[in-house]
């Protein structure tokens, strides 16, 4: 996206940026042929840290599960659905930051539960750090993807306790404050991410239309759900079972 000063930028957040940059740094020094482009040597490894992010996240909700009271079998199923039977795993392979935003919510709302449940159990207060963390673990997810702070809600559900909810609320605001900084620092706007720019630049019809068109709905909707590319109920099967 460009600025007001005709200067181009990522539209990336800084966490992806930060993780991305010796990934970048180190392609360019590995290709040494000048008919490959670093950017798909990149790519690849990009591909492998997302799909990692992904396992990770199967782990965590395994972890969770077990936490909340579930069987060792039911944690299993959990986690398994979650790794193979939703989109979340093609979507490990594209180098975008959707996969990030989910480990990072997760693991907030795991953190929060742990920390919730053990304060009530031992009446005796966990130390002020240790409830900051669930704050901590998701503002790491919005300078991924700033849209992980509408996990925010669930947050609270799960810290109940109005001095955990605000806790986590003091734990969030390093990274937004990071995130406002460096919104600022590129467009000089603390709420523009460059994303609505990019995807006008990326699909200029848009610009005078505003993209909605009913005769396609119908299309558009088979290809959504069950195109071989990215169709929902062909990557995310558990889909289905909101139909039973």
């Excluded at 966490?15 to 990149?42: C, E, K, R």
């Excluded at 003091?170 to 990019?198: H, K, V, W």
């Excluded at 068109?213 to 289905?240: E, H, R």
Aim: hydrophobic fraction near 50%; include cysteine.
């Amino acid at each position: 996206a460009t600025n007001q000063n005709g200067e181009r930028y990522s539209v990336y957040a800084p966490g992806q940026i930060l993780l991305f940059t010796p990934i970048a740094y180190f392609s360019t020094h590995l290709v040494t042929d000048g008919n490959i482009d670093a950017h798909y040597i990149a790519e690849i490894f990009a591909s492998f840290l997302g799909v990692t992010a992904h396992i990770l996240t199967a782990w965590v909700i395994f972890y969770f599960s077990r936490l909340i009271g579930r069987s060792p079998h039911e944690s299993f199923m959990l986690s398994f659905l979650f790794a193979f039977a939703t989109f979340n795993l093609p979507s490990s392979r594209d180098g975008y930051e959707h996969t990030y935003e989910a480990l990072f919510i997760v693991m907030s709302y795991c953190f929060s539960y742990y920390y919730s449940k053990k304060d009530i159990r031992h009446f005796s207060g966990i130390s002020k750090v240790s409830l900051l963390i669930p704050g901590l673990i998701l503002g790491i997810g919005v300078l991924f993807r700033p849209t992980t702070i509408l996990a925010l809600p669930g947050l609270f559900i799960i810290c109940k306790h109005p001095k955990h909810i605000f806790l986590a609320c003091i734990g969030l605001l390093p990274s937004c404050a990071i995130l406002l900084a460096y919104n600022t620092m590129r467009f000089g706007d603390p709420l523009e991410t460059g994303y609505a720019q990019a995807w006008l630049t990326a699909n200029p019809n848009l610009i005078t239309k505003s993209g909605f068109d009913l005769v396609q709905m119908i299309p558009q909707s088979v290809s959504l759900w069950i195109s071989a590319g990215k169709g929902m109920l062909v990557f995310s099967p558990i889909l289905l079972a909101l139909f039973f």
